[in-house]
C-alpha cells in the first residue's frame, strides 16, 4: 500500500522512478548462487578429469617398465643370451605423464587388430606362458589390460587378443620404433553410461601405454597396455549418503542465512520504510521499531528518530514564528488602515492631518523594521559560516560600530570555532541590545570550559528583570515595542548559534545583562 502511494506521488508530481532491485529479490539471488555453488562444483570436477588420466598415465608407465623388464628378462633366458643390463637412474632415460583431455588430444577407437603377419620365433613361444600368468595375475588387481607384442607387431601373450596383430596400430608403430608412446582413446562400452558420466570426459575415455622393450641394444617388442581411468562421478557415487548429508547441511544453511537477512536487515528496514512513510501525518513522534536488527540499523533509526525530531521542532517553530507575525504586523497595519480612512476627510485641521502622517510613517517604518528584522532571522542558517578567529581580530571594527559603547576584550587570542564575519554579526545585535537598553561599557570574555569553547558578553545596564529573564529569547519579545524595538535581535543571534551547533543562554547577573555562548 505504501509503495503504491508512493508511486501515485511521484505520478502527480510528473517524477519518472528509476528502476532498481527490491531488497528481498537481492537477498533471494544472493540465496539462489550459494544454492548453485555445489552444483557449480560438479562442472569444475571436469578440469580434475585431466589430473586422473594423467595419474592412470602413470600407473601404466610404471607397470609397464616392470612388464618390460620382467619381458626382457625371459626373453634373454629363453634365448640363451646375457641377462639385460640395467640403465643407470637419470632423469634423460624417465618418463613422465603428458595426456590432457580434450577433444583435439583424445584419438578414435582403437582399430580392431588383424590376424598374424607370421609365426613366432621360438623364444617367443617359450616365455608366452609364463608372461601371460604374470599379466592376469596383475590384471586381477589393476584391471588394466596387458599385451606383449615381439619385434614385428604380434601379439603372442597377454589378457587379450593373443594371436593377433596390433602393428598398425599407431601408439604400436611408435613403440616399435622406440619410443614410449601414450594416448587416449575413445572409450567403446557395451552398455549406455550413464546420464551423469556425460559430465566428465575421463569417464569416456581409455588410455593405452605401448612401451619398447630392448635386449643387448637391440628391440625385441612392446608391452602394450591399457585402462580406463577413474572419474569424479565414481567416486561422489560411492559417497553418496555423505554427499545427501551435506546437501542437507547447504539447503539448512541457505535456509538460515536467510532467515539472519530477513531478521537482521529486510525486516527492520521495512519497518523503517513504513515509519517514515506515517511520519509527519497526525500529531504522534515518531518512534523506532522495537526490532531493529544489527547496530547500523539501531544508529539509521536514530538518525531518522532525530531528523523528524528537528523537523517537529521547525514546524512547531513555524507556526509560533507565523502567529507571531501575524499579530505584529496587524498593529501597524489596523493604524495605517485607521489613519488612510481619517485622511479622505477634506476638512481635517493641518495639525491632526500631521499627526496622521506620522502615524503612518511610524507604522511604515516599524513594518519595515519588522520585515527587515524576519529576513535576517530567515538566512540566519545561511549566514552562519564555522571557521576560526579570535576577538582581537574583530576589536576594532567592533569599537568602531559603537563608538558610544566602551568595549572591553578579555582573553581575545583564544580561538572561537566560527567566521570573523559571522561572529561580527552575532555581536552587532548582542551590542546594539546591550546599547538601547542604556549601557555604556560592554565586556567581551572568550573562555574554554572542558571541551567547550564559550564567549561571555556582559554590559553595565540595567539588566533582565526575573520575570523577563525565561521570555527574552522567545520571538518578538521586547520591552521597547514603544520606541521601535521588534523582539528578533536575540532570536537572530540564538538562531545562528544553533546553526553553529551553540547554544545561546541568559546567565544570571547581579548588574547588567550577561548572555553567553558556547560553541561544542
Given amino acids: 500500500?505504501?509503495?503504491?502511494?508512493?508511486?501515485?506521488?511521484?505520478?502527480?508530481?510528473?517524477?519518472?522512478?528509476?528502476?532498481?532491485?527490491?531488497?528481498?529479490?537481492?537477498?533471494?539471488?544472493?540465496?539462489?548462487?550459494?544454492?548453485?555453488?555445489?552444483?557449480?562444483?560438479?562442472?569444475?570436477?571436469?578440469?580434475?578429469?585431466?589430473?586422473?588420466?594423467?595419474?592412470?598415465?602413470?600407473?601404466?608407465?610404471?607397470?609397464?617398465?616392470?612388464?618390460?623388464?620382467?619381458?626382457?628378462?625371459?626373453?634373454?633366458?629363453?634365448?640363451?643370451?646375457?641377462?639385460?643390463?640395467?640403465?643407470?637412474?637419470?632423469?634423460?632415460?624417465?618418463?613422465?605423464?603428458?595426456?590432457?583431455?580434450?577433444?583435439?588430444?583424445?584419438?578414435?577407437?582403437?582399430?580392431?587388430?588383424?590376424?598374424?603377419?607370421?609365426?613366432?620365433?621360438?623364444?617367443?613361444?617359450?616365455?608366452?606362458?609364463?608372461?601371460?600368468?604374470?599379466?592376469?595375475?596383475?590384471?586381477?588387481?589393476?584391471?588394466?589390460?596387458?599385451?606383449?607384442?615381439?619385434?614385428?607387431?604380434?601379439?603372442?601373450?597377454?589378457?587379450?587378443?593373443?594371436?593377433?596383430?596390433?602393428?598398425?596400430?599407431?601408439?604400436?608403430?611408435?613403440?616399435?620404433?622406440?619410443?614410449?608412446?601414450?594416448?587416449?582413446?575413445?572409450?567403446?562400452?557395451?552398455?549406455?553410461?550413464?546420464?551423469?558420466?556425460?559430465?566428465?570426459?575421463g569417464a569416456r575415455v581409455r588410455v593405452f601405454v605401448a612401451m619398447p622393450v630392448y635386449a643387448d641394444q637391440t628391440l625385441i617388442g612392446v608391452v602394450y597396455l591399457s585402462r580406463t581411468p577413474n572419474h569424479i562421478f565414481r567416486f561422489l557415487y560411492g559417497e553418496r549418503f555423505n554427499l545427501a548429508k551435506a546437501a542437507g547441511f547447504v539447503a539448512l544453511s541457505t535456509m538460515l542465512i536467510g532467515y539472519v537477512f530477513w531478521r537482521f536487515i529486510t525486516r527492520p528496514i521495512q519497518l523503517l520504510i513504513q515509519r517514515s512513510q506515517l511520519a509527519g501525518h497526525g500529531s504522534q513522534m515518531w518512534e523506532p521499531p522495537d526490532q531493529l536488527g544489527t547496530r547500523e540499523i539501531e544508529d539509521l533509526s536514530r538518525s531518522f528518530q532525530s531528523l523528524t525530531g528537528r523537523l517537529q521542532s521547525k514546524q512547531d517553530a513555524l507556526k509560533t514564528y507565523t502567529a507571531h507575525v501575524t499579530h505584529e504586523l496587524k498593529s501597524p497595519l489596523t493604524a495605517l488602515k485607521g489613519a488612510a480612512e481619517l485622511l479622505r476627510d477634506d476638512d481635517l485641521p493641518p495639525a491632526q492631518k500631521h499627526r496622521l502622517l506620522d502615524t503612518v510613517d511610524k507604522g511604515g517604518k516599524r513594518m519595515e523594521d519588522l520585515l527587515a528584522n524576519m529576513r535576517a532571522f530567515s538566512l540566519a542558517d545561511q549566514s552562519a559560516m564555522a571557521g576560526s578567529c579570535c576577538l582581537n581580530e574583530i576589536h576594532a571594527q567592533i569599537s568602531q560600530a559603537f563608538p558610544a559603547l566602551a568595549v572591553k576584550v578579555q582573553n581575545g587570542t583564544l580561538p572561537l570555532p566560527v567566521a570573523a564575519r559571522t561572529l561580527q554579526i552575532i555581536l552587532t545585535h548582542?551590542?546594539?541590545?546591550?546599547?538601547?537598553?542604556?549601557?555604556?561599557?560592554?565586556?567581551?570574555?572568550?573562555?574554554?570550559?572542558?571541551?567547550?569553547?564559550?564567549?561571555?558578553?556582559?554590559?553595565?545596564?540595567?539588566?533582565?528583570?526575573?520575570?523577563?529573564?525565561?521570555?527574552?529569547?522567545?520571538?518578538?519579545?521586547?520591552?521597547?515595542?514603544?520606541?521601535?524595538?521588534?523582539?528578533?535581535?536575540?532570536?537572530?543571534?540564538?538562531?545562528?548559534?544553533?546553526?553553529?551547533?551553540?547554544?545561546?543562554?541568559?546567565?544570571p547577573s547581579s548588574s547588567g545583562a550577561c548572555f553567553r555562548l558556547t560553541f561544542r
Avoid at 586381477?140 to 619385434?151: C, N, P, V
Avoid at 572542558?450 to 529569547?473: F, R, W, Y
Fill in 430 to 507: 548582542l551590542l546594539e541590545n546591550a546599547q538601547q537598553n542604556g549601557a555604556k561599557q560592554a565586556v567581551l570574555t572568550a573562555c574554554q570550559d572542558g571541551t567547550a569553547t564559550c564567549l561571555q558578553i556582559a554590559d553595565d545596564g540595567p539588566g533582565i528583570s526575573a520575570g523577563n529573564a525565561d521570555k527574552i529569547l522567545q520571538p518578538f519579545f521586547t520591552t521597547r515595542r514603544d520606541s521601535g524595538g521588534t523582539g528578533m535581535g536575540l532570536n537572530i543571534v540564538k538562531a545562528t548559534a544553533e546553526a553553529l551547533g551553540g547554544t545561546l543562554s541568559v546567565v
Fill in 1 to 201: 500500500m505504501h509503495a503504491r502511494l508512493n508511486r501515485n506521488t511521484l505520478a502527480r508530481n510528473g517524477l519518472t522512478r528509476k528502476w532498481r532491485p527490491r531488497l528481498w529479490a537481492v537477498v533471494l539471488l544472493v540465496l539462489a548462487l550459494v544454492l548453485c555453488l555445489p552444483f557449480a562444483g560438479l562442472i569444475l570436477f571436469r578440469f580434475y578429469d585431466s589430473q586422473l588420466v594423467q595419474q592412470t598415465e602413470e600407473s601404466l608407465l610404471t607397470q609397464a617398465a616392470v612388464m618390460s623388464a620382467a619381458y626382457a628378462e625371459l626373453y634373454a633366458g629363453a634365448a640363451g643370451t646375457e641377462p639385460p643390463r640395467g640403465r643407470a637412474v637419470s632423469g634423460e632415460h624417465a618418463v613422465f605423464p603428458s595426456l590432457s583431455v580434450n577433444s583435439e588430444t583424445v584419438l578414435p577407437p582403437r582399430p580392431d587388430a588383424k590376424p598374424l603377419s607370421g609365426p613366432a620365433g621360438a623364444p617367443y613361444r617359450k616365455i608366452a606362458t609364463p608372461l601371460t600368468r604374470i599379466a592376469n595375475a596383475a590384471q586381477a588387481q589393476t584391471l588394466a589390460g596387458y599385451r606383449f607384442l615381439d619385434a614385428r607387431g604380434n601379439v603372442f601373450a597377454g589378457t587379450a587378443e593373443t594371436g593377433t596383430f596390433l602393428g598398425h596400430v599407431e601408439e604400436v608403430q611408435g613403440a616399435l620404433a622406440g619410443e614410449t608412446v601414450s594416448v587416449a582413446r575413445t572409450r567403446l562400452r557395451e552398455d549406455a553410461p550413464p546420464a551423469l558420466y556425460t559430465l566428465s570426459r
